[in-house]
């Protein structure tokens, strides 16, 4: 098929990359100017395994272009999928979504014959009827040009096979002929097993924010029961393999540490809060605030702690940090706790350096006052403190010698508990993790 992807960020170049790769026509409109041009020539503009190489194959095969014009993507596509991004609002909790309407004002005035418009942003409940309406008035096809939510569930890190192969594919819809097309568009995963979900506009927007305010709730959750540990004595990792081996709770997102930053799951849990208030449901989704306050805490427990492991000063003290990203396999430092944690323990004296692999970029441009180290060793070199904050893989490989031959201090702190603390403390170190014995 010939499709639009319209916002190329961190969804839309992964779907209209992903879209080629399956044989589809696709069209990018990204109105960034610098943002397009990389993308034209091939290049990705953030870090995601995997996608330069299947974006750079697909431009240069000419199954994938940029543009930055409606008229040509009404033209090209008939279907046209919204990628746009949904930030949280400057002025309070709720979702921004001025993207996304400007994304259907410039689109539909040139939506001369039937099409679909797929949304896949995630935007608070309601959007999709509203949208659904403008365009039918805007488009010179009126009620032929037609509009479908389809949320998308991809996880940084793992964005081009989360798209490829979805572990579910939710259709809201407002015809038969709006879930044709979509399941001819999706045959290729729906033949090889993605389940189908097809439901209205509201259910399908509600599924996502659905989906990260639970996975939020699991962390937090595992968080709060390591603040128990904390005071007791017990184990939360012993604790979540115990509990995660009952099929009904699961292993997966019980780890306790840090806490859970990024571009979504944050922004969703607060925009979900802020959009049952405005729908007079505020009771429903309070406890949700609980669950944010819970995971702003593990970043100041994180800070304190490391200030008493380092005798309650932190003047003139050095500490080296692993991680800068909000997780690995990803250069975001979009509300990491890893930056927030080593920003907050520079302004308060001590001086830090951070080493990640991927993210050092990013986070110079958003904390350009810290120290910015090329290795884990040059990180460490001369550190009172060590914090792993970012659970890279290479962390888990550094020789303990080298590091101990560097540091000033034996003094490390896991923030995400993955490191052998046994290995550490045999090693000399007073090792710490989160909840841990
Ligand atoms: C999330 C959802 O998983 C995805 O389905 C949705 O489409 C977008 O939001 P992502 O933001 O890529 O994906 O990150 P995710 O893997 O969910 O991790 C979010 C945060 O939670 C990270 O900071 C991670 O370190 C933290 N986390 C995750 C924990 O602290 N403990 C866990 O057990 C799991």
Redesign the pocket.
């Known amino acids: 098929m010939r499709i639009t992807v319209i916002g190329c960020g961190y969804l839309g170049a992964t779907h209209a990359a992903s879209m080629a790769e399956l044989g589809h026509e696709v069209l990018g409109v990204e109105t960034d100017e610098a943002r397009r041009a990389t993308l034209a020539a091939g290049e990705v503009p953030f870090y995601e395994p995997g996608l330069a190489e299947l974006l750079g194959r697909h431009v240069a095969s000419g199954r994938l272009r940029f543009t930055g014009s409606a008229a040509e993507a009404a033209d090209f596509g008939d279907l046209h999928f919204l990628c746009v991004g949904t930030p949280q609002s400057a002025s309070g909790l709720g979702a921004d979504v001025s993207q996304v309407d400007a994304a259907i004002d410039a689109l539909a005035p040139h939506l001369t014959r039937p099409a679909l418009v797929v949304g896949k942003s995630t935007v608070p409940v309601g959007t999709a009827a509203r949208l659904a309406a403008r365009l039918a008035e805007l488009a010179p096809a009126g009620e032929r040009a037609e509009l479908a939510w389809n949320p ?6 793992f964005a081009i096979k989360d798209t490829l192969e979805p572990d579910r594919l939710v259709f809201g819809v407002g015809s038969a002929s709006a879930e044709r097309t979509l399941r001819d568009f999706y045959a290729p995963m729906i033949d090889a097993g993605s389940p189908v979900v097809v439901t209205d506009f509201a259910t399908a927007e509600l599924v996502k924010v659905a ?2 305010a639970f ?1 939020a709730t699991k ?1 937090s959750f ?1 968080n709060a029961v390591s603040e128990i540990c904390e005071v007791t004595g017990a184990d939360v990792v012993d604790l979540a393999d115990a509990i995660g081996h009952d099929a009904r709770i699961g292993r ?4 306790a ?1 840090i ?7 944050p922004k969703d849990i607060r925009a979900v809060l802020h959009r049952a208030g405005e729908l007079g449901v505020d009771d429903a989704m309070s406890f949700l605030r609980e669950i944010d306050d819970i995971n702003q805490r593990r970043r100041e427990y994180v800070v304190g702690l490391a200030t008493s492991m380092l005798g309650d000063s932190l003047i003139d003290r050095r500490i080296g940090v692993w991680g800068a990203a ?2 690995p396999d990803s250069d975001d430092v979009r509300d990491s ?1 890893a930056l927030w944690i080593a920003g907050h323990l520079q302004l308060r004296g001590a001086q830090v350096s951070v080493y990640d692999p991927r993210a050092g970029e990013s986070a110079r441009r958003v904390f350009p006052t810290l120290t910015y180290a090329s290795s884990a060793l040059e990180a460490a070199t001369d550190a009172d403190l060590l914090l792993h904050l970012t659970e890279w893989p290479e962390f888990r490989e550094l020789s303990l010698d080298q590091v101990g031959s560097v540091a000033r201090g034996r003094r490390l702190l896991d923030g995400r508990n993955v490191l052998d603390l046994a290995a550490w403390r045999a090693a000399g170190w007073d090792a710490r993790g989160l909840g841990r014995r």
């Open positions: 998308e569930f991809l996880r940084e890190g989906a990260n996975l962390i595992i997966r997102f019980l780890n540490g806490g859970f930053g990024g571009g979504c799951l909000f997780k706790p």
